[in-house]
């Protein structure tokens, strides 16, 4: 492969000049960034590069809000569960909770803004006091309750600088305290302080916002370990101010419960409350005007504006309806794969978006014994499969140059990475993909939560979510069209024509399988009609879970199976016939349904079972009118797993003639096919040598693949 330039952001620091040179050479870097602990010399900023800087709008500025520590940042709290014995009870509040981080708040009366709850009960309370110092909380308690405070903390502390100092051994630098916008002095003094930078920095060509003004919510327990972490969180948006200004402007008033719900703050995993929602409808509000105000200065200076999409993101919803009033030129964010890339990727209303590749050049990874290209590599061919469907438009690495510079293999490494990036970005970029079917991911949050369903810390590993993460990771390479849809837009607006297939996954309760709008006559009845009318329905995990009326899934009719929870146990089961020689089990050597699902059986004789042990179903189709019903209990991601859900999807879909029109027999390979400019692309998804019979057009051929080998067809000699 040619060696070629751009479309590449490379970190420096200080004293590297000679050796930010080489390596510019080396990737064809045509742009240059500082990070969140370093800084750009003098020189290197006037070498011929793009410059990005990372301003910090809420931190970073000690000297301000040391001045003025009645604006930190605020967040509601729960306090332990504490269990009386007597008709009074004492609750320390800080108890479990990181006191260099967290504080109570003392500028406003408890009495307003804290609460008392009965959690024996679910009652709030009212008959408390506050001790002088604000530390307990004296309760009038039933003996043998349980009782938790909901109170107002400040944030002394910014998560991701602690992150930092526990990460990067920041040793002795000083505590960056947040301070919150919403608040007088602080938002004067955000707009002013940015003027001043701009003015200082003339060689700044794009500020990079890491990112603007609340973190996602991440607290640390007494241990200095995470305590809670939601990267979806707004708990940390939070303060009085906000209570007063939503009550004027919604005539709701949002108390400690609505946030601290019950403990969970409100993740995404949870259905949402009507008042939780508004609440985050308002936020995006404002944050997207505060932050149009920061984006038009900054072009006034003549430079481009991007966000990193991580950190202080809470209110800046790039799939939100107000995302694209803030005029933002690009958004970079963190790649861990196929999904992460299509979160970046897809976002609207941009000029350009950024990925910032694995791993990081810090420490944990850049260490004597280790070799980073092993991350690197897993972390590009999960990336590569989603760049070839909806690429970004550049690529970029983060954190200590210095460190990566120390391992050559890693470096040379990277220009391969970087100038296959290229070659794919030159050919597939407006070149309208391939794409067999249209899937609708049907859950609460819809649209907001494109290509983010799922995720607990953007890409952390976590066993209960990686048998759904893996849904989206095989979808982010996968030769469909992908579409975010929830149930409220189906109650309103029924199923657009274009859908062929609607997916549904999660487990029972949770904001992403559904809970009590199952209960909805009107949603399962268009739902119902959808399939028996022709269309495709797939269930994961726990797909329409609320037990009623004697089903547990209730669309066991569609699906063809049900979920034992013991209620049956008298009524038979008879069926348990595996179904030989399936479509979608058709090359399918070892089936991986991750933590899978207890107790699916069949409820229905028609229902075509695939895959049959320990005495349940796992995997099954169903005929359900014209259309079709697909069960799957669980999908982590796997190139056969990737396999498997296409032909669930085409066969659900009604679409198995693919199979014979544009298709590659073995699983470790895909096919990708664009319009624009006619071409096709077999693309080897593993590091070992791969054979596969390619049928284009119903002509078919054995293929040898190198390791990770992208072999294109159609392509001009030009190109």
Known sequence: MKKTKGRLTLPSESNFLEETKELMDLWGADAIRDSDGTALDEDIKDLDAKIYSVYFVAREHNEFIKEHLEEVQNLYLMSDRVTATTDELEITLMKGYYDQQLQVHKHHDPKIYWQVINRTTGEVVTDWEVSDDFEKVFVKSTPFHEYTVGFLADVIWDPTSMYNHLTNDWGDREHQIPFDVRKPKSQ??????????????????????????????????????????????????????????????????LTPEDIIDQGYHNTTFRVPSDIYLKFVDYQHRFVSLQAKKLVDLVHEYGKEAVMFLGDNWMGIEPYGPYFKDIGLDGVAGSVG????????GDIPHLKFTEGRFLPYFFPDVFHEGNDPVIEANENWLGARRAIMRFPIDRIGYGGYPSLAYKFPKFVDYVAHVANEFRDIYDKVKDNK??????????????????????????AIYYKQIYSYLGIYECLSGMAVDVEWISFDDILTHGIDESIDVILNAGDAMTAFSGGEVWKNPDLTAKIREFVYKGGGFV??????????????????DVLGVDQELGFSLSSDKYFDQVTENHFITKDIVDYDFGESMKNIYSVDSKTEILEYSNEEIHLSSHDYGA????????????????????????????????????????????????????????????????ETVLTLFGKSETINLKPSEIRWFGVKDDE
């Open 627 to 690: 259309g079709r019903g697909v069960y799957i209990a669980g999908m982590p991601y796997s190139p056969q797993n990737s396999r498997l859900l296409l032909r669930a999807l085409l066969y659900a879909g009604h679409k198995e003639s693919v199979e014979e029109e544009t298709f590659t027999s073995n699983p470790l390979t895909e096919l990708n096919g664009y319009e624009t400019n006619p071409m096709w692309a077999l693309v080897n998804n593993t590091n070992e040598p791969q």
């Open 539 to 556: 269930g994961i995990g726990q797909p329409s879970f609320y037990e009623y009326q004697g089903r547990s899934f209730q669309l066991a």
């Open 337 to 344: 794969g196929g999904m992460t890339l299509r979160v970046i």
């Open 188 to 253: 004067q003094f955000m707009y002013d302080t940015l003027k001043t930078w701009l003015e200082n920095n003339p060689k700044t060509d794009v500020v990079r916002f890491t990112t603007f003004f609340y973190h996602f919510t991440l607290f640390f327990n007494e241990f200095a370990k995470e305590k809670f972490v939601d990267w979806f969180g707004y708990s940390q948006s939070v303060s009085v101010e906000l209570i007063e200004d939503f009550y004027k402007d919604t005539g709701l008033r």
């Open 433 to 458: 993909p391939v794409s067999h079917l249209k899937v609708a991911i049907l859950n609460h949050w819809g649209k907001l939560r494109s290509w983010q369903a799922h995720m607990v810390a953007h």
